[in-house]
């Protein structure tokens, strides 16, 4: 069984702060895959990143950077300088890479944020 | 331009009415998803059709039938549905790679169809 928790339901920062959405899994498969996306008021689930579990190097994407630790199951994504366009909600999820071509896609339920400005 | 459609995009329908969802991807993707987000719980997946063979089916009521006609579509026919089935439905897509091959990508989703069922 695997899980995704993302115990932040909804944050509210001022336009520029940073923020950081925090994301814990559980697993019982070696190899994984984990993701983010981003939910605007639109509805569709937008792709942000990928990230392998034999590969730990933390990722950054202009404003937007990754932390991933496996030793704590986490994997946290952190927005600097936030900008109004970044209010949405984010998802994290997980899928093993063992079940092969029977991906489980598992969320979380979701961090809402807010960008103030 | 997402590469997933989803029609319609909102639709209200009584618990003795048929209808059907519909997902549309133009990504040259190989297997298609139906999700289901409700409020406040995660978002659940309902069935996974890879190369038009439906692979997954997570214990969905059978008033939920999905057909594949081809790896481009994806419906989902509603019948004599409940309350407590109002949500958002989203369409996903993305490329299965087969043995010996690079893994799957990530998903591709549509913009979701709000259902309202009174």
């Known amino acids: 069984a695997q899980k995704v928790t993302q115990a932040q339901t909804e944050i509210s920062v001022v336009e520029k702060e940073d923020v950081t959405l925090d994301c814990v899994y559980e697993?019982?498969?070696?190899?994984?895959?984990l993701f983010w996306y981003k939910q605007p008021p639109s509805g569709e689930l937008v792709f942000l990143i990928r990230?392998?579990?034999?590969?730990?190097q933390n990722e950054i994407s202009g404003r937007y950077s990754w932390n991933f630790q496996k030793s704590t199951s986490s994997f946290n994504f952190t927005i600097t300088a936030s900008q109004v366009v970044d209010s949405a909600v984010y998802f994290c999820?997980?899928?093993?890479?063992?079940?092969?071509?029977?991906?489980?896609?598992?969320f979380g339920t979701g961090t809402r944020l807010t960008i103030i400005p | 331009e997402t590469g997933v459609t989803q029609t319609p995009r909102h639709l209200v329908m009584g618990m003795t009415n048929k209808k059907s969802l519909k997902c549309e991807q133009h990504?040259?993707?190989?297997?298609m998803y139906w999700y289901k987000q409700s409020a406040k719980k995660p978002l659940e997946l309902m069935f996974v059709?890879?190369?038009?063979?439906?692979?997954e089916n997570n214990s969905v009521p059978s008033r939920f039938s999905p057909e594949c006609p081809n790896s481009s579509h994806l419906f989902l026919h509603l019948h004599t549905l409940q309350p407590e089935d109002s949500a958002l439905y989203l369409c996903?897509?993305?490329?299965?790679?087969?043995?010996?091959?690079?893994?799957?990508?990530?998903?591709?989703f549509g913009q979701g169809t709000r259902l309202t069922v009174v």
């Open positions: 996903a897509s993305s490329l299965r790679s087969g043995p010996g091959q690079p893994l799957n990508t990530e998903a591709f």
């Open positions: 697993t019982r498969d070696t190899t994984y895959y």
């Open positions: 990230r392998n579990s034999f590969d730990e």
């Open positions: 999820a997980l899928t093993p890479l063992s079940n092969f071509g029977n991906e489980k896609l598992t």
């Open positions: 990504l040259g993707h190989n297997a």
């Open positions: 059709y890879s190369l038009e063979e439906r692979v």
